[in-house]
């Protein structure tokens, strides 16, 4: 279809609430920011119901297979950790809201020296310098030092309304297991950084938490 053609079929879904646009978290409008307008040219649009997301990663791109006599589900098995990611990354951002409180909260994603970059967790708050940026990984024995000096290293170039802001961060790392947790991480210029690792017996815990308390 002609991109002209399309805003008007994207907006009613949209407003069905089957997809949604999001943006950066950082270029988002801000209700305390009144004086710049922002920056809202880097948008995606995802689809919204998880129902929706299994049918299109799984049936329909397999819609041949439902035509044998014998269907095996050897194909949902192969791609089903790719596809829990993805859920994992939702579920990490709405514990976050439980374990602190932020203003704002979503993804972020960029150019960085011409390769676009993504982070699955990132947080600010309006009025300070604090903010938190995290990473999800569906995996086991995850190293939490590598994604740490990968997280610093965005943090460096991470902008609000196109300027760089100095923030104080919080660090926070989900995954399946880890090889060794850790509190604290110290990078090359010998500063220390404050580490939350939560693994999925530490996820369990607070699901349940949160059940009983709702």
């Avoid at 947790?181 to 090359?188: A, G, L, P, V």
Wanted: charged share 30%; with cysteine; glycine share 4%.
């Amino acid at each position: 279809m002609k991109t002209t053609s399309l805003s008007n079929y994207l907006n009613k879904l949209c407003d069905s609430e089957l997809i949604e646009k999001r943006y950066p978290i950082t270029d988002e409008v801000r209700t305390s920011d009144t004086t710049h307008a922002p920056n809202l040219k880097n948008g995606k649009y995802f689809l919204k119901e998880q129902f929706l997301i299994f049918y299109y990663h799984f049936i329909d791109a397999h819609r041949s297979k439902f035509f044998r006599k014998k269907l095996t589900t050897d194909f949902i098995k192969s791609g089903y950790s790719h596809y829990l990611g993805m859920v994992f990354e939702k579920v990490s951002q709405e514990l976050i809201e439980d374990l602190i409180e932020i203003d704002n909260l979503g993804y972020w994603w960029g150019k960085i020296s011409g390769i676009e970059r993504e982070i699955d967790i990132y947080g600010f708050n309006d009025n300070d310098d604090f903010a938190i940026i995290g990473e999800c990984k569906w995996s086991d024995n995850v190293n939490p030092n590598t994604l740490m000096v990968k997280l610093i290293e965005l943090e460096d170039n991470i902008t609000f309304r196109r300027k760089k802001i100095k923030k104080k961060y919080s660090y926070y790392i989900f995954a399946l297991s880890f090889e060794k947790k850790i509190s604290q991480f110290r990078n090359e210029a010998n500063e220390t950084r404050n580490v939350n690792c939560y693994d999925l017996n530490d996820l369990t815990e607070l699901l349940k938490t949160k059940l009983k308390n709702e």
